[in-house]
């Protein structure tokens, strides 16, 4: 029953974390909206901050989660990395929570948010970081740093994805295959 319990308190507090955003959420509202005492929230966690940590925590394990689904054993190093960095940018831009996150860091700059945001992207970095590690050790791509690769892969394909779309025409998905192999795989010189 006490894992019910702070499974509402879960989805009450992500519910309201989306519509009001971090700063204006409280542990009042979280516990009307999980029909709970606001004591029985204490019970679960110590405060607002941990709470927020552990949706953020599933967010992250959601997010590998759908990364990892996406992505076949037959796939070629490339392939994975395309689906799964498709995943990561549609998650971050499509999930109604960080949605709100981003919102409410730009206006607001809320260091909670920020943090969360950062854990966000630097998960996401770790997981990139563990696939190029394992591509180098398959011998699918050259030897390279690994982190610095994976935050590389993360910003061109943002880019692509959401920055290019902000002042020019929306990339095909195949346009941004073709321009993220040519940058990352391919190179400029001649």
């Known amino acids: 029953m006490s894992n019910v319990k702070k499974q509402f308190i879960l989805e009450a507090a992500t519910k309201s974390f989306t519509i009001f955003g971090y700063k204006a ?25 941990e709470l927020f940590d552990e ?12 990364a990892e689904e996406s992505i076949r054993d037959e796939d070629s190093f490339i392939e994975k990395a395309h689906k799964g960095l498709e995943v ?9 929570l960080t949605i709100k996150l981003i919102q409410e ?21 770790i997981y990139i970081k563990k696939k190029i590690e394992e591509a180098i050790q398959k011998n699918e791509i050259v ?18 994805k959401i920055e290019w779309e902000r002042e020019h ?9 073709e321009l993220f ?3 990352i795989l391919n190179g400029l010189s001649k």
């Open 25 to 49: 959420t409280t542990m009042s509202q979280i516990a009307k909206q999980a029909n709970v005492g606001k004591g029985t929230i204490y019970t679960f966690f110590k405060n607002k901050e």
């Open 55 to 66: 949706i953020i925590n599933n967010l992250i394990i959601e997010m590998k989660y759908l």
């Open 88 to 96: 990561f940018i549609a998650f971050h831009s499509e999930h109604d």
């Open 105 to 125: 860091q730009k206006e607001i700059g809320t260091t909670a948010v920020h943090d969360a945001l950062k854990r966000l992207n630097n998960s996401i970095i």
């Open 143 to 160: 030897a390279c740093d690994p982190e610095m690769t994976a935050l590389i892969m993360l910003r061109l394909y943002t880019t692509l």
């Open 169 to 177: 025409e929306a990339l095909s998905p195949q346009k941004i295959t």
């Open 181 to 183: 192999n040519f940058y």
